[in-house]
């Protein structure tokens, strides 16, 4: 299912989303996801950041993008974190003053050094939660006559849906609201919050108790992996391997028809069969994925306001190989996950927790997530953007690719969160890119070896995928 862009002036919201709990949709302060990217960062060391990064075929001209980088940094995207005063209460944002501006690479890069070039950019500027900056624009000319611009954002300031209406409006160059300056942050301020947040958490933990533990699901999931012993490699810093596949959409369109299933059910599929072809699940087994959705509504400034739900995809070994072969089942089960999460029927005793982990200060919470597990698979599906936002610039992009990165992680710590592969899913014109990255640095070590991999299971599905 796409993640929707819904900010002033664009789509309304999907019926029946509803706010995260006691966050109202302008409320200055950092709400409980906001939390968790931020701790990622300031307290696990592995900031996570959402990259965009558009490919054109004509030269685009470096005033050009520094004039959106400007329109961007008047809008509500331009913020920082203000830790509160009073233990309980939580951080809040202030506008950032200054702005990093665009950054373009001295040399023209080659067609095949786009991907190289993009994984260069993701630390080139250290993103700063409190000093600044959150996000950055690159961009560098390819010896064949094209462009490409990355667009990197701190997941603590945004996910797609603010990080994409944002820039949409800056396009349109709409003036979005503004949070306060100045409405909260005083000690005053941060000891009324912090009774809030306390009566929340009463709140919650009697809701947790009412609504029972969650019935573990009969799948393959990151929970069930075992976690492996030390090995001497531990602390060496491993660059995750990811590729960007680009594919004709008639082609996708067709496999995912064959299969009685959408787009969306087939990136759900591919993904699963990454897992297989890597040997990080078996085959005839269900697989566990993650499917994030939206929650953004109209004229909602939450730097995060995105929730999901898990699916058991089913697998299956034809003619010695892991398949999955219905895409009829994802489909259904999807839509099912997704109506309980708007309904509020699907009963979640996690969520009532939020409250009380956002009090919990970072000296308890350390310890507590050095075992925190990332999804043995996910799968994120944009859809086909606004117009505005394929050709931000005037010129139409010939392939958009999207990706969430973590950094700086080591392979201990990769292994101990036992993920498995994370995937992106976007179109533009007649094209379909797959931006595909795999947490497991033993079974798919390099990002050769994952190219590999989605070269096969691409043939498998009658597709020819065009590697970044």
Known sequence: MPEPVILPSLPPASRGARPAPFAPERTNRLTYDDEVFLRSATVIGIPVVNQTAWRFPTEIPVEAVQELVDEL?????????????????????VPATRTEPVRLHPDRI??????????????????????GPLWAFFMAHSTDGGTIVAYNASHIVCDGGMKLGALIAAVRRQRLPQLPAASAGSRRDDWRDARTMARAAVRGLRAARKAGKLPAPEAQSSEKRPVPPPQPDDDV?????????DCPLGEWDAAAERAGGTSNALQIAISVEVLLEAGIVRPGEPVKMSLPVSLRGEGDLRANATSGVSIA????????????????????????????LFKGTRPDALAHLAPLAQMIPDRIARPLLKDVVTPLGLASNLGRPDPDFIAPFGVAADSILIRGLALGATRGELRRMRGGVASWWSEVGDTCSLA????DPDAVPDSERLEEIVTN??????LTPGFW
């Open 436 to 439: 595909i990255r795999a947490l």
């Open 457 to 462: 299971v691409y043939g498998r599905w009658g």
């Open 110 to 131: 080659e067609p095949g050094q786009l991907m190289a070039w993009l994984d260069g950019t993701a630390d080139e500027v250290p993103f700063d939660p409190v000093e």
């Open 313 to 340: 995809v089913e697998t299956e070994l034809r003619d010695g190989v892991g398949r999955v072969t219905d895409l009829a089942h994802i489909r259904e089960r999807s839509k099912q996950e997704f109506s309980a």
């Open 237 to 245: 810093i491993h660059e995750a391997a990811c590729v960007g596949a």
């Open 73 to 93: 940094a008047r809008g509500p995207l331009n913020r920082l974190v203000v830790r509160p005063k009073v233990l309980g209460a939580r951080s809040h944002w």
